[in-house]
Protein backbone atom coordinates (compact mmCIF):
# COMPACT_ATOMS: atom_id res chain seq x y z
CA UNK A 1 0.00 0.00 0.00
CA UNK A 2 0.98 3.36 -0.62
CA UNK A 3 1.85 5.78 2.02
CA UNK A 4 2.93 9.63 2.32
CA UNK A 5 4.88 11.12 5.74
CA UNK A 6 5.10 14.27 6.56
CA UNK A 7 7.34 14.28 9.26
CA UNK A 8 7.29 17.81 10.46
CA UNK A 9 4.03 18.80 12.32
CA UNK A 10 4.79 22.46 12.56
CA UNK A 11 7.20 25.17 10.63
CA UNK A 12 7.51 28.60 11.03
CA UNK A 13 9.42 31.02 8.95
CA UNK A 14 10.34 34.65 8.85
CA UNK A 15 8.69 37.06 6.37
CA UNK A 16 10.70 37.18 3.13
CA UNK A 17 12.65 34.23 3.92
CA UNK A 18 12.92 30.96 2.24
CA UNK A 19 11.14 27.71 3.89
CA UNK A 20 10.94 23.90 3.16
CA UNK A 21 8.41 21.43 3.62
CA UNK A 22 9.25 17.70 3.58
CA UNK A 23 7.34 15.17 2.28
CA UNK A 24 8.34 11.18 1.90
CA UNK A 25 6.36 8.34 0.40
CA UNK A 26 6.36 4.69 -0.77
CA UNK A 27 5.03 3.47 -3.60
CA UNK A 28 5.87 0.25 -5.57
CA UNK A 29 3.91 1.98 -8.36
CA UNK A 30 6.46 3.49 -11.33
CA UNK A 31 3.47 5.66 -12.71
CA UNK A 32 2.15 8.38 -10.16
CA UNK A 33 1.92 11.96 -9.58
CA UNK A 34 2.76 13.99 -6.49
CA UNK A 35 0.99 17.19 -5.25
CA UNK A 36 1.34 19.77 -2.71
CA UNK A 37 -2.17 21.28 -1.21
CA UNK A 38 -2.46 24.88 1.13
CA UNK A 39 -5.18 24.96 3.23
CA UNK A 40 -5.88 28.12 4.98
CA UNK A 41 -7.98 29.35 7.87
CA UNK A 42 -11.10 29.27 5.64
CA UNK A 43 -10.66 25.29 4.98
CA UNK A 44 -10.12 25.15 1.12
CA UNK A 45 -7.90 22.90 -0.32
CA UNK A 46 -5.94 24.84 -2.22
CA UNK A 47 -3.64 23.15 -5.21
CA UNK A 48 -0.26 24.11 -5.25
CA UNK A 49 2.08 22.44 -7.08
CA UNK A 50 1.91 19.11 -9.45
CA UNK A 51 4.86 16.77 -10.17
CA UNK A 52 4.86 13.53 -12.58
CA UNK A 53 6.93 10.87 -11.64
CA UNK A 54 7.97 10.23 -15.44
CA UNK A 55 9.68 14.15 -15.07
CA UNK A 56 12.99 14.59 -13.91
CA UNK A 57 12.69 18.41 -14.15
CA UNK A 58 11.60 19.63 -10.51
CA UNK A 59 8.13 21.56 -11.26
CA UNK A 60 7.98 25.16 -10.28
CA UNK A 61 5.25 27.94 -9.84
CA UNK A 62 5.73 31.07 -9.45
CA UNK A 63 7.38 31.37 -5.25
CA UNK A 64 6.58 27.56 -4.96
CA UNK A 65 9.13 24.64 -5.97
CA UNK A 66 9.83 20.95 -5.67
CA UNK A 67 12.83 18.93 -4.66
CA UNK A 68 11.28 15.43 -6.91
CA UNK A 69 13.76 12.83 -5.42
CA UNK A 70 12.41 9.95 -6.94
CA UNK A 71 14.93 7.55 -5.92
CA UNK A 72 14.96 8.52 -2.67
CA UNK A 73 11.07 8.97 -2.55
CA UNK A 74 11.33 12.52 -1.48
CA UNK A 75 9.02 15.24 -2.46
CA UNK A 76 9.44 18.65 -0.81
CA UNK A 77 8.19 21.98 -1.29
CA UNK A 78 10.32 25.33 -1.63
CA UNK A 79 8.61 28.42 -0.39
CA UNK A 80 10.49 32.03 -1.62
CA UNK A 81 10.00 34.92 -0.09
CA UNK A 82 7.53 33.67 2.17
CA UNK A 83 4.76 35.67 2.36
CA UNK A 84 1.88 36.30 5.53
CA UNK A 85 -0.46 34.93 2.82
CA UNK A 86 1.64 31.56 2.93
CA UNK A 87 0.51 30.78 6.49
CA UNK A 88 -1.89 27.72 6.28
CA UNK A 89 -1.60 23.33 6.78
CA UNK A 90 0.18 22.38 3.59
CA UNK A 91 -0.44 18.72 2.17
CA UNK A 92 1.65 16.25 0.54
CA UNK A 93 -0.35 14.20 -1.90
CA UNK A 94 0.35 10.87 -3.90
CA UNK A 95 -1.57 10.00 -6.62
CA UNK A 96 -1.23 6.42 -8.21
CA UNK A 97 -3.50 4.47 -10.31
CA UNK A 98 -6.68 5.94 -8.83
CA UNK A 99 -6.40 7.04 -5.16
CA UNK A 100 -5.21 10.23 -3.91
CA UNK A 101 -2.95 9.32 -0.43
CA UNK A 102 -2.35 12.68 1.36
CA UNK A 103 -0.32 13.34 4.22
CA UNK A 104 -1.30 14.22 7.99
CA UNK A 105 0.05 17.74 7.09
CA UNK A 106 2.51 20.64 8.02
CA UNK A 107 1.64 23.68 9.34
CA UNK A 108 3.38 26.69 8.43
CA UNK A 109 3.95 30.05 10.56
CA UNK A 110 4.45 33.29 9.17
CA UNK A 111 6.35 35.42 11.30
CA UNK A 112 6.44 39.16 10.06
CA UNK B 1 -17.78 27.50 -13.08
CA UNK B 2 -19.24 27.58 -9.38
CA UNK B 3 -16.76 24.59 -8.25
CA UNK B 4 -17.51 21.77 -5.63
CA UNK B 5 -20.65 22.59 -3.34
CA UNK B 6 -21.22 21.23 -0.38
CA UNK B 7 -23.83 22.12 2.20
CA UNK B 8 -24.16 22.73 4.91
CA UNK B 9 -21.01 24.65 6.07
CA UNK B 10 -21.26 23.79 9.61
CA UNK B 11 -24.05 21.69 11.52
CA UNK B 12 -24.19 20.53 15.25
CA UNK B 13 -26.51 17.89 16.01
CA UNK B 14 -27.20 15.98 18.79
CA UNK B 15 -25.49 12.22 20.07
CA UNK B 16 -27.74 9.79 17.74
CA UNK B 17 -29.32 12.33 15.62
CA UNK B 18 -29.25 11.66 11.86
CA UNK B 19 -26.87 14.14 9.67
CA UNK B 20 -26.95 14.10 6.05
CA UNK B 21 -24.54 16.16 4.33
CA UNK B 22 -24.35 17.02 0.77
CA UNK B 23 -22.32 17.37 -2.35
CA UNK B 24 -22.74 18.59 -6.15
CA UNK B 25 -19.71 18.16 -7.53
CA UNK B 26 -18.19 20.19 -10.99
CA UNK B 27 -20.38 19.78 -13.96
CA UNK B 28 -18.64 17.20 -16.68
CA UNK B 29 -16.70 15.81 -13.14
CA UNK B 30 -17.44 12.01 -12.79
CA UNK B 31 -15.44 10.84 -9.77
CA UNK B 32 -16.84 12.11 -6.42
CA UNK B 33 -14.78 11.43 -3.50
CA UNK B 34 -15.72 11.99 0.30
CA UNK B 35 -12.86 12.65 2.68
CA UNK B 36 -12.77 12.98 6.79
CA UNK B 37 -10.70 15.45 8.44
CA UNK B 38 -9.56 15.21 11.96
CA UNK B 39 -6.74 16.44 13.61
CA UNK B 40 -5.48 13.29 14.49
CA UNK B 41 -5.86 11.35 11.87
CA UNK B 42 -5.58 14.06 9.41
CA UNK B 43 -7.06 13.34 5.58
CA UNK B 44 -8.84 9.82 5.27
CA UNK B 45 -10.43 8.82 2.12
CA UNK B 46 -13.99 7.60 2.56
CA UNK B 47 -15.79 6.28 -0.02
CA UNK B 48 -15.27 6.83 -4.24
CA UNK B 49 -17.66 7.19 -6.85
CA UNK B 50 -17.06 6.92 -10.37
CA UNK B 51 -19.62 7.31 -12.80
CA UNK B 52 -22.21 7.26 -10.20
CA UNK B 53 -21.11 4.27 -8.66
CA UNK B 54 -19.27 3.25 -5.24
CA UNK B 55 -16.02 1.85 -6.22
CA UNK B 56 -14.15 1.99 -3.01
CA UNK B 57 -16.16 2.23 0.30
CA UNK B 58 -13.23 0.67 2.43
CA UNK B 59 -12.67 3.88 4.35
CA UNK B 60 -15.99 3.64 5.46
CA UNK B 61 -15.74 3.79 9.15
CA UNK B 62 -18.59 1.97 10.09
CA UNK B 63 -22.54 1.00 9.59
CA UNK B 64 -23.51 4.39 10.30
CA UNK B 65 -21.87 5.74 7.82
CA UNK B 66 -23.95 5.39 4.44
CA UNK B 67 -23.27 7.48 1.04
CA UNK B 68 -24.72 7.30 -2.02
CA UNK B 69 -24.42 9.50 -5.65
CA UNK B 70 -27.87 8.86 -6.89
CA UNK B 71 -27.04 11.66 -10.62
CA UNK B 72 -23.76 12.73 -11.58
CA UNK B 73 -25.00 16.46 -10.03
CA UNK B 74 -25.62 15.17 -6.22
CA UNK B 75 -24.28 13.32 -3.79
CA UNK B 76 -25.15 12.67 0.13
CA UNK B 77 -23.26 11.49 2.72
CA UNK B 78 -25.11 10.31 5.76
CA UNK B 79 -24.57 9.32 9.57
CA UNK B 80 -26.87 7.54 11.39
CA UNK B 81 -26.94 7.69 14.13
CA UNK B 82 -24.17 10.37 14.77
CA UNK B 83 -21.70 10.00 17.61
CA UNK B 84 -19.20 12.54 19.00
CA UNK B 85 -16.62 11.33 17.87
CA UNK B 86 -17.22 11.77 14.16
CA UNK B 87 -17.30 15.37 14.83
CA UNK B 88 -14.92 16.23 12.06
CA UNK B 89 -14.54 18.14 8.93
CA UNK B 90 -16.05 16.04 5.88
CA UNK B 91 -14.57 17.47 2.25
CA UNK B 92 -15.94 15.93 -0.82
CA UNK B 93 -13.83 16.67 -3.77
CA UNK B 94 -14.58 15.79 -7.81
CA UNK B 95 -12.61 15.35 -11.03
CA UNK B 96 -12.37 13.88 -14.40
CA UNK B 97 -11.50 10.62 -15.05
CA UNK B 98 -9.64 9.27 -16.47
CA UNK B 99 -7.40 11.79 -14.55
CA UNK B 100 -4.62 10.80 -17.04
CA UNK B 101 -2.64 14.16 -16.16
CA UNK B 102 -3.39 13.73 -12.81
CA UNK B 103 -4.30 17.58 -12.56
CA UNK B 104 -5.82 16.51 -9.01
CA UNK B 105 -9.25 17.23 -7.00
CA UNK B 106 -10.97 20.04 -6.78
CA UNK B 107 -12.65 20.47 -3.19
CA UNK B 108 -15.17 21.55 -1.44
CA UNK B 109 -15.02 24.28 1.47
CA UNK B 110 -15.71 21.46 3.97
CA UNK B 111 -18.93 20.94 6.25
CA UNK B 112 -17.81 21.16 10.29
CA UNK B 113 -19.76 18.61 11.83
CA UNK B 114 -19.93 18.91 15.78
CA UNK B 115 -21.72 16.25 17.68
CA UNK B 116 -22.39 16.79 20.95
Known amino acids: ?112 | DAGVIQSPRHEVTEMGQEVTLRCKPISGHNSLFWYRQTMMRGLELLIYFNNNVPIDDSGMPEDRFSAKMPNASFSTLKIQPSEPRDSAVYFCASSRLPDLWGYGYTFGSGTRLTVV
Not at chain 1, 16 to 37: G, K
Not at chain 1, 51 to 80: C, D, G, M, W
Open chain 1, 1 to 112: AQTVTQSQPEMSVQEAETVTLSCTYDTSESDYYLFWYKQPPSRQMILVIRQEAYKQQNATENRFSVNFQKAAKSFSLKISDSQLGDAAMYFCAYKGTYKYIFGTGTRLKVLA
